[in-house]
């Protein structure tokens, strides 16, 4: 039973964390050269206030399961405060290569063959124009403040939706009999909310950069209920049939096609019959038809070499190509929260 004071706490602790992030937001843009205007058409965007009331109305919802008895409210997770703010100084002073990328005056793109052995070209890249792309500890040890910062404190919660379907689909399962994977853990932020709100349940973490998986120990802390492994979505080390849940964040829209239908195909052939996937990313268009102008923007300000061909294709689909049948669906905010089972 939830009290008045827990939602309290709640709010307080969610306003806190938008409030830090609108804060390097507005600093980063004043610290940023603008962008050229795009020379192609842009759709329909919404105004600030209509994404700040869309952005409450997630924080909202969360409450809501959370009230309901759906899985319990997220603790904070992060760095201790003094590590907390080091890494906000490290963002800022990203920001001018960030920034010299944006406008073609720093030419460090990450060849392939050079970046160790094994990982795929597609994957050697500077996503977002990040520097390193994924594989330094800098890298890993910033990502989790640059995309809050561009979601302006709201990447978690929207990573969190993805607890809705899972606490549904859990009733009357015993959560110590689940085996769950998380494809493209990064940093570990789902894989850690997923082990609190569950922790009797066994995850695997995959993902290709080692500095982020062992970001995601330091996050997730040791335990023998969550393993992390180097691996690649599209080659899975798990048998067939062998796994319950499956879930992944914000991995779709930075792969090739090809590889994405990989990915696909492979969490339906490791999934169990009557097993559950989870997918959270970004809108696509038609989702919310008045913001697709921020879909054809995006690609513009922000190196994301796959995402236009992911916002103009339809997730349902895919999974549908791939053997999973969709059984829910939910836009929080900016994203989108699929849920699909395999039959």
Same mark, same amino acid.
């Given at each position: ?19 830090? !992030? ?9 610290? %940023? ?61 990203? %920001?001018?290569?960030?920034? =010299? ?8 793109? %990450? ?50 939706? =993805? ?137 513009? !300000? ?42």
């Amino acid at each position: 039973m939830v009290s008045a004071l827990d939602r309290l706490s709640y709010a307080a602790q969610q306003a806190a964390r938008v409030a830090w !992030y609108a804060g390097h937001y507005a600093a980063g843009r004043r610290l %940023l050269k603008p962008m050229p205007k795009p020379d192609f058409p842009i759709g329909p965007t919404p105004t600030r206030a209509e994404m700040t009331a869309d952005m409450r109305s997630t924080f909202e919802r969360e409450w809501q399961d959370i009230a309901a008895g759906l899985f319990p409210a997220p603790r904070t997770r992060g760095p201790e405060p003094a590590e907390f703010l080091r890494r906000s100084a490290r963002y800022f002073r990203d %920001l001018p290569q960030v920034d =010299a990328r944006r406008h073609r005056t720093l030419d460090d793109e %990450l060849p392939p063959g050079q970046q160790g052995d094994g990982l795929p070209d597609y994957y050697r890249q500077n996503f977002h124009f990040q520097s390193d792309g994924w594989l330094s500890d800098h890298s890993a040890a910033i990502y989790d403040t640059q995309v809050e910062v561009l979601f302006t404190g709201a990447a978690d919660v929207m990573r969190r939706r =993805a607890l809705s379907p899972i606490a549904q689909w859990l009733a009357g399962r015993n959560q110590r009999d689940v085996r769950g994977l998380d494809v493209g853990c990064g940093t570990g932020r789902l894989l850690a909310f997923l082990h609190d709100a569950w922790p009797g349940m066994k995850w695997t973490g995959v993902d290709l950069s080692a500095p982020y998986l062992a970001e995601a120990r330091r996050l997730i802390g040791k335990t023998a209920r969550v393993r992390l492994i180097e691996a690649a979505g599209e080659k899975l080390p798990f048998d067939d049939a062998s796994l319950d849940l499956i879930v992944s964040s914000f991995l779709m829209h930075e792969l090739p096609d090809k590889i994405r239908a990989q990915v696909l195909a492979e969490m339906a052939r490791v999934l169990k019959p009557g097993s559950l996937v989870v997918i959270v990313d970004s809108i696509q268009r038609g989702d919310q038809p008045s913001w697709d102008g921020l879909l054809d923007l995006f690609p513009h !300000y922000f190196h994301e070499p796959y995402y236009a061909a992911y916002v103009n294709g339809n997730l349902e689909a895919w999974c549908a190509t791939a053997g999973l049948t969709s059984a829910a669906v939910e836009r929080a905010f900016l994203s989108k929260v699929a849920a699909f089972t395999k039959l």
